[in-house]
């Protein structure tokens, strides 16, 4: 009896060994994760997400690394500048292990190991710049860094995604300078838009004065035009005026004569009435007067033009007559 109750217990050990030489033989490992195992305390394979198999006894897990995207908070620290201004600089990166084996052992602490590259490079990268290509290049300073840091990252299996700086905080004193020189910037800007201004509207001034004084002139050389038209049609209208009169008078009618003798007396009188200047002259008391005065003319022009006659018609008397069939 006491042999078989020895028996069993025996038997129940062995099934409890073997029981948990099986579950030490089988490892679940999460989504996300990526254990290394051991063998008498080196490095033999890692176990991805799942259930994973090693020799129980023999083989043990060493490190669970996080392989998700992890992010690594930069605090702020002081960087001088080229030109020797302080600014304080914070950032943040974004990081993810694709080897497990090297960032378990390639390196010891490999969040602490991150901080400090990257914030020594922080330093190097925008200690090399002036403070205005600090400010106004941020984009190219993160891809900068993000190179740097990812290939000195490399040997430890980790791949650097994103390297961002946050802020870019100048001293108070240098932020009020900045302050000022951006108003006097802006200042010059008004000025100059200012004057641009007053230039355009001088120019279109000047223009809009030369266009009147353009469109004045051909107004006025219109106007002389047309002056000089009504002159030219005047006269031709008085010389056809003096043409009839002197054929009328050649005919021996005077009364024509005697209408463009008193029409020009008339003509004169109403000149001197309009004259600016001649307030009183001298008129005949009565209109019988007027036809005295205009037959009086017309008798001394009668008289001409028949002592302009007989002249004619002596020399025409004294002319020997033209030869006919003489040849020259």
């Not at 710049?129 to 290049?137: A, G, I, K, T, V």
């Not at 107004?219 to 002056?227: N, V």
């Not at 033009?305 to 007559?321: F, N, Y």
């Amino acid at each position: 009896m006491g042999d078989i109750s020895g028996f069993g217990l025996f038997a129940l050990a062995v099934v409890i060994f073997v029981v948990i030489t099986i579950l030490m033989g089988v490892r679940q490992v999460p989504q996300g994760y990526a254990y290394t195992v051991e063998r008498f305390g080196r490095y033999h394979k890692t176990l991805t997400p799942g259930l994973g198999v090693i020799v129980p006894w023999i083989d043990g897990i060493g490190r669970r690394i996080n392989v998700m995207e992890q992010v690594l908070d930069v605090p702020s620290q002081e960087v001088i500048t080229r030109d020797n201004a302080s600014v304080t600089v914070d950032g943040v990166a974004f990081f993810q292990v694709l080897d497990a084996a090297r960032a378990s052992y390639e390196v010891a602490d490999l969040q602490n190991a991150l901080l400090n590259l990257l914030m020594t490079n922080i330093r190097t990268v925008m200690g090399s710049m002036d403070l205005d290509e600090l400010l106004s290049r941020r984009d190219s300073i993160n891809v900068q860094l993000l190179q740097v840091i990812d290939a000195a990252a490399g040997p430890w299996g980790i791949k650097i995604n994103r390297v961002e700086i946050k802020d870019i905080v100048p001293p108070k004193n240098l932020i009020d300078s900045m302050a000022r020189q951006m108003m006097a910037e802006r200042e010059k800007r008004a000025a100059v838009l200012e004057a641009e201004g007053q230039r355009q509207a001088d120019i279109l001034r000047a223009e809009g004065r030369k266009q009147a004084v353009m469109l004045d002139a051909e107004g006025r050389k219109e106007a002389a035009f047309r002056d000089a038209e009504a002159r030219e049609r005047q006269a031709q209208a008085e010389a056809a005026a003096t043409a009839m009169v002197s054929d009328a008078i050649g005919k021996g009618d005077l009364s024509a004569l005697n209408y463009f003798i008193a029409e020009k007396y008339v003509s004169a009188i109403d000149s001197l009435a309009k004259a600016p200047n001649q307030k009183v002259f001298i008129m005949p008391m009565e209109m019988a007067g007027l036809a005295g005065t205009i037959g009086g003319i017309a008798e001394l022009t009668r008289t001409a033009l028949d002592a302009t006659a007989q002249q004619t018609a002596q020399r025409r008397g004294s002319v020997p007559p033209a030869r006919t069939g003489q040849q020259t």
